[in-house]
């Protein structure tokens, strides 16, 4: 088992050190695990298991919901937000600062992805309050770490890779999301109140008082983007949709917002179709490797050996979670989010499951830390995205997000500490 993990080690660095796509190095690795320690036909199960990953009726949610994302993230979305929220920031310590928070947390729970979240809400955002003499430190540093919430709030691509990889019912792990992504908006708000109290020479005046009719009327701007929130998420809730056809009815929704809002046109929908496909196959293709990867470690039995082992050092579920915090933490200074989930999951649930540690919690888990290795250098995809919009080097950009990665982390102590948090809402489901 030592000869057989050192090698798998040193061939996955290899393999990724050499610019290898992830999902051929899961790929290899499986292949080297099979034909090299096993006697089991490699060629056969490498043909049933891509196949039986590439079918799962639960997958075909992930391209529609990075649909309605893409189309979304090509609409006017950022702008009504933008116009929606700031008349009611204005007195609130930190003011349009937290149009980031809020903004982020509304566009996540309509596109399921945390670079599209950072993307579109900085177009809108770092401009407009830069202009308006914020600290930009902050502003960046704010969207950085609120856009992060793209990962956990439903409906989130990372929690249907999640399900499907281990089997967990993906409107239950939809569902769990929703009040730790509430807990983080705010934590992510309280700081920025601390924040503008200890420096209030950073923030600068409130704009006019504008008068509740027109806040009103600026808000109506929100309605769309509500309706769709609750047309998506609350059909899951409330058992009338699977899903896979909560997934079908946000990509008409969308559709029709953005014809409404004038955006739509072909060009758009082009571009929408086709950068749905490439995401979705890049993920599809991943989870094939993954797939066939858990199988042959089970083939092996380094997972169980691996597991048993763990058991015998005696660590405590909080223990053996700081361990994994740490190595989630470590991968995802190198791997984006999905990788790491789907290149661990079939190493790790066992020695999860061994002590006792619910699954649909550790899921929900698992995307927090993974979303606090968005904006760690090297690899924190979130902090390429902000480089590319402002053009900073992406160190600085990282000590502006470093304050968001410890709220993450005190989010994750509060779910361990009160695990109810994540469990409530999925068991009052109940089988729906």
Known sequence: MLIL??????????????????????LGL??????QFTSIPTGDVMASDIWGASYSWELTALPMFIWMGEILFRSRLADDMFTGLSP??????????HTNVVGCGLFAAVSGSS?????????????????????????????AGSATLGLLIPPSIILIVYGVATDQSIARLFIAGI??????????????????????????????????????KRSRRLIPMLALIVGVIGSIYAGLASPTEAAAVGVVLSL?????????????????????????????????GASFLTAAMGFTGLPSDLAAWIGTLGLSPVMLLAALTVLFILLGCFLDGISVVVLTTSILLPMVEAAGIDLIWFGIYLVIVVEMSQITPPIGFNLFVLQGMTGRNILSIAWAALPFFFLM????????????????????????
């Not at 014809?259 to 094939?288: N, P």
Request: overall charge positive.
């Open 179 to 216: 009040f730790p992504g509430l807990l983080l908006i705010g934590l992510f708000a309280a700081y920025l109140m601390l924040w503008a109290w200890r420096h209030p020479d950073k923030v600068p005046a409130a704009d006019a008082r504008v008068a509740w009719g027109e806040r009103l």
């Open 5 to 26: 993990t050192l090698t798998l080690f040193v061939t996955l660095l290899v393999l990724l050190g050499s610019g290898v796509w992830v999902a051929f190095s899961l």
């Open 88 to 97: 009611w920031m204005q007195r609130i310590p930190g003011r349009l600062l």
């Open 30 to 35: 499986g292949w080297i695990a099979l034909s």
């Open 256 to 288: 029709l917002l953005a014809k409404v809002q004038g955006s739509m046109d072909r060009e758009v929908f082009r571009d929408a179709l086709l950068g749905a496909v490439r995401t979705s196959c890049m993920i599809a293709f991943i989870l094939a």
């Open 115 to 143: 670079a599209a979240t950072c993307a579109t809400m900085g177009k809108m955002t770092i401009p407009e309050l830069t202009r308006r003499g914020y600290d930009e430190q902050l502003v960046i540093g704010t969207l």
């Open 409 to 432: 982390m005190l989010g994750v102590v509060l779910i361990g500490l009160f695990p109810e948090i994540v469990t409530y809402l999925p068991t009052a489901m109940g089988n729906r």
